[in-house]
T-cell receptor, first 118, second 115 residues
């Protein structure tokens, strides 16, 4: 089992659809992240969860809604997206050992979900 | 403010050549960590190295080596005897106390190794 898995790997949706991205980590980590990677733009941090609590919401539009039911699973619920939301969405995990402040430990990434919004 | 600059957008070399990817960072903190990640065409970012600000020793791992110089705020990455499998986008990143829960990524350098 690979460390961080993401499903689906590819998703095409219309602007009125509702879909969810799923991320699962098998590394025993306690922090998880969502990133957005658009063409020719730096990686953008979207959300951070540490110990299942959201500790960062990086000014993300409300049409993106994260959910972290436990330390191994992270979801990103999508609704009424725009074409400019088309991107690669990456999930990552790490071990947070600073008691709520995310540590400096390296993050391990999943393969991403390639999202296309029509 | 924290910032990571990778001035080289794309690099293309012939297999077996050595290649250096540049990374310049900005931070006001004295404690910080620097990272390099590799993103092959499959899309998954692969962690390569983490270096803390108090350890300026250069590091070598096989054909990979890293040169950390605080005096120039640089953390450069060299691949020796490059191979086609090294073709990927490489990201330099910074995490410091001020950024708390964030790793600040550079814009990446796309490396193409031609056979």
């Amino acid at each position: 089992e690979t460390g961080v898995t993401q499903t689906p790997r590819h998703l095409v949706m219309g602007m009125t659809n509702k879909k969810s991205l799923k991320c699962e980590q098998h590394l025993g980590h306690n922090a998880m992240y969502w990133y957005k990677q658009s063409a020719k733009k730096p990686l953008e941090l979207m959300f951070v969860y540490s110990l299942e609590e959201r500790v960062e919401n990086n000014s993300v539009p409300s049409r993106f809604s994260p959910e972290c039911p436990n330390s191994s699973h992270l979801f990103l619920h999508l609704h009424t997206l725009q074409p400019e939301d088309s991107a690669l969405y990456l999930c990552a995990s790490s071990q947070d050992d600073r008691g709520g402040l995310i540590s400096y430990n390296e993050q391990f990434f999943g393969p991403g979900t390639r999202l296309t919004v029509l | 403010a924290q910032k990571v600059t990778q001035a080289q957008t794309e690099i293309s070399v012939v297999e077996k050549e050595d290649v250096t990817l540049d990374c310049v960072y900005e931070t006001r903190d004295t404690t910080y960590y620097l990272f390099w990640y590799k993103q092959p065409p499959s899309g998954e970012l692969v962690f390569l190295i983490r270096r803390n600000s108090f350890d300026e020793q250069n590091e070598i791992s096989g054909r990979y080596s890293w040169n950390f110089q605080k005096s120039t705020s640089s953390f450069n990455f060299t691949i020796t005897a490059s191979q086609v499998v090294d073709s990927a986008v490489y990201f330099c990143a910074l995490s410091d106390y001020s950024s708390a829960s964030k790793i600040i990524f550079g814009s990446g350098t796309r490396l193409s190794i031609r056979p």
